[in-house]
């Protein structure tokens, strides 16, 4: 039942009668229609955002207080999903960590992993029963931010009953190919292997003894400094040519590829000697195989750069989901992905793909029972680039501007500030802002990265000496004036220039200098001056720190002014001169394009466009056109020479 309207509100807003409106909104055209939807669409926005709700997340302290705000996520899903930019790493680790407590203590048991069976086993034998040989090996093959993760629920696990602990579940293709082999040497029984299986085990401890050597090493050099709130958008590059010699490969290149395709085959060869041999072990041996044999279809998808990579890999972590909780009705279970695969929609611009069915995805058409038990909370960072890329995160830039350096916050409430983009795709975002985000944002324009986060933004004051030719071959007929038929016109501008994110908007004022005219019989001083007005707007086609090619378009007016001094006895009381002027107004359509070099806050540039005068030729005295007098245009081309002071901001 619809309740009854006050009558205020039985009025449209602009105070007018319903039938009225409806029928001047039935006679606009559709995209005007559309243009007003969507302006109206963003003043909404832009309005609720004022009213947009920040939770802080505090990830500096043991105290998991901070996280009470996910209660209400919590406490109506059964899974819920993080999205991280795996590029920032103590960052998204921490805040795992300390999701994963304490959604701990709402129930939730499972640690969903986006790594294979093998990594998940050897966690649960560090943070289930503290086996040290899993210690030795997490704290080698991962890096100091991950191991730091795994002892953090290993202590939650510590004082926790039995069945409370946090089990971790590995969903994806094991890409850790040497942790694999690593896991496949522990497993080997202390015994002599059979001469049947010499080859295979011989081959196994010598390619795992050079990758344990290397993994020993970069543990040991790995930097363990880096800041929770500290983290830029590079990429990581390494460039075998600026490798000292001291630094070259120490030990054998083996190829990894082949030698897992040899050990698998022959393991499936000779699986009554393996049987044998392992004994109780043989199950989780044979798991290992299996991991290893589906990392080959994978890597093959890979190397071929196959669409099937991504679409074997997100498969596999669904069949495996749906493998594990099929019959486990009141699991609950939480999981940190890269972003892309807990998106709620098929088109994933940020990620590259147009058509793309992520995990998420697959999840709620497969098993719909968790269509609305399953939360998606994607995280965003302040600071990196391609948080944004082709504007397919919605209005994620003002949820950033709204969360301060060095800070996390939770959105929630995305129905009511979260545009519709940001909507379909998830339930909650979490914004992090660098510490540093201003310096990697001028780092990353630098380095010529188009990035697509928050606004760059700079003004620049400009001045711009400009020669345009115009046709003065009538004028002078009339006039008599001292000029070359096709005069260079010389002009001095004062403006200014705002780009935001190499869009360019210019507003310029010039002053166009008087040419006069030699006296005539010392009775007639002629003179023409003027001045002009110009808005342009443009993108800039470079991404370069020193270069911008920017073509524009724009509107313009320029006035000229014509005067005469007559002193003639005849004509003039006590000899005094007889004085007119007369004004041509033009009306203008501009292009041109601008080629500018930039140093430091200085640019230099030059240009050249052309004018289109879009008004009657004809000159003016007073308020009069003068119809019997000289026709003069202002269209043409011209050029120029520039330098401004420019200034670079961000918001």
Known sequence: MVPDLPKEAEQPSRGIPIEQEAKEEKEESGSLKLLREERLKREILEGNLEEAIAYPLNLETENLSSFQVLDSIADHNRFIFTGEDHRVEKFNTTLETKMMQYLNTKGYQYYLMEAGWVSAYMVNRYILSGDSAAEQILSTYYSHNFFEMFKGLKLTNDSLAPDKKITAVGLDIERDAPLALRTLLLMLPDKQAPDSLEMFVESLKILSAIHIEQALEYAKNADKSDELYDFGGYSFEYDMEDMEEDDAPKFFYFNMIGTIRDLTQRFRGHEAEFKDYLGDGFADFERVIKEMENWLVWVGYEKAELPQSWVYREQYMEGNFRAMFKDKPEAKGFGQFGRCHITRVTKVGDCGFAFFSSLNKRII?????????????????????????????????????????????????????????????????IVVKSNRYKEDQTKRREDNIDWQGEDNVSFSFDFNFIQRSIDFGSFNEFSKFNTNKQELLNSYEFGMTVTVNRIVANIAIGYIPKIQNSPRFDSISQTVGGYNFRYTYGKDLLRSKVFELTPELGIGFMRLKYTEERTNVENSLFGTPNYSEFYNPAFLLDGRINFGMIIGIIEIRGFAGYSFDVSKEAWKQGKNLVLDGPKTSFSGVYSGVGISLRFNETF
Request: proline residues 2%.
């Open 365 to 429: 058409t497969k098993m719909p029972e968790l269509e609305n038990q399953l939360s998606s909370i994607g995280i965003f960072y302040g600071g990196l680039d391609g948080q944004n890329k082709n504007g397919d995160n919605g209005n994620i830039n003002d949820l950033i501007r709204l969360t301060d350096k060095g800070t996390a916050n939770l959105f929630m409430d995305l129905n009511d500030y979260g545009d519709e983009l940001l909507q379909t795709k998830f339930s909650a975002v």
